[in-house]
């Protein structure tokens, strides 16, 4: 059982490029979640969905865009790279049911935009 | 407004007891959680509370909950060099409605013989 799996690990970007994180999660979670991690700070929230063909801004979602076209697959795209998006992204998968559903955390995609 | 917060770092010696300290401002937080990051790997939840409970406890972690106070402990026993990491406190507001996430800062345990 793989949980959720981010590619890639690492990746180093110049300003104004384009790239594509991926996540993927075999748990069958209906809700999955992006953050970033900047140094010293919490998660912040860029976007969320609640199940395929649905996704929604979460508190920082300038310069970012999702898609939701599977259960499994919720890749994270930024369109033109500026340094302020050097961080590290978490991609995350959960439920929302009345009983506690806890999210669960892929490794992480870290990322230098130079 | 929603907010969580941490002190930032920890020290302690190998065996001692650690006890990492949270506040939240939000009372209709429904779940608090204990998350451990360890370097280069993402969020593990370590364990979790429910907002009508005061107190739990698994193996070695105890968790305590003042509601009133809207402050949240993890006491880790017998603390080991395993243990260093940075520790995350997050609140679950009732009004998210998409199991909406808070997150402190997070607190580096350090661990020393």
């Known amino acids: 059982n793989a949980g959720v799996t981010q590619t890639p690990k690492f990746r180093i970007l110049k300003i104004g490029q384009s790239m594509t994180l991926q996540c993927a999660q075999d748990?069958?979670?209906?809700?999955m979640y992006w953050y970033r991690q900047d140094p010293g700070m919490g998660l912040k929230l860029i976007y969320y969905?609640?199940?395929?063909?649905?996704?929604d801004k979460g508190e920082v979602p300038n310069g970012y865009n999702v898609s939701r076209s599977t259960t499994e697959d919720f890749p994270l795209r930024l369109e033109l790279a500026a340094p302020s998006q050097t961080s590290v992204y978490f991609c995350?998968?959960?439920?929302?049911?009345?009983?506690?559903?806890?999210?669960?955390f892929g490794d992480g995609t870290r990322l230098s935009i130079l | 407004g929603e907010d969580v917060e941490q002190s930032l770092f920890l020290s302690v010696r190998e065996g001692d007891s650690s006890v990492i300290n949270c506040t939240y401002t939000?009372?209709?937080?429904?779940?608090l959680y204990w998350y451990k990051q360890e370097p280069g790997a993402g969020l593990q939840l370590l364990t979790y509370?429910?907002?009508?409970?005061d107190m739990k406890q698994d193996q070695r972690l105890t968790v305590l909950l003042n509601k009133k106070d809207k402050h949240l402990s993890l006491r880790i026993a017998d603390t080991q060099t395993g243990d260093s990491a940075i520790y995350f406190c997050?609140?679950?507001?009732?009004?998210?409605?998409?199991?909406?996430?808070?997150f402190g800062a997070g607190t580096r345990l350090a661990v020393h013989p």
């Open positions: 748990m069958n979670h209906n809700y």
């Open positions: 997050a609140e679950t507001p009732l009004s998210g409605g998409y199991n909406k996430l808070i």
């Open positions: 969905s609640v199940g395929a063909g649905i996704t």
């Open positions: 509370i429910f907002s009508n409970m």
């Open positions: 995350a998968s959960g439920e929302f049911t009345e009983s506690n559903q806890p999210q669960h």
């Open positions: 939000d009372s209709s937080s429904t779940y």
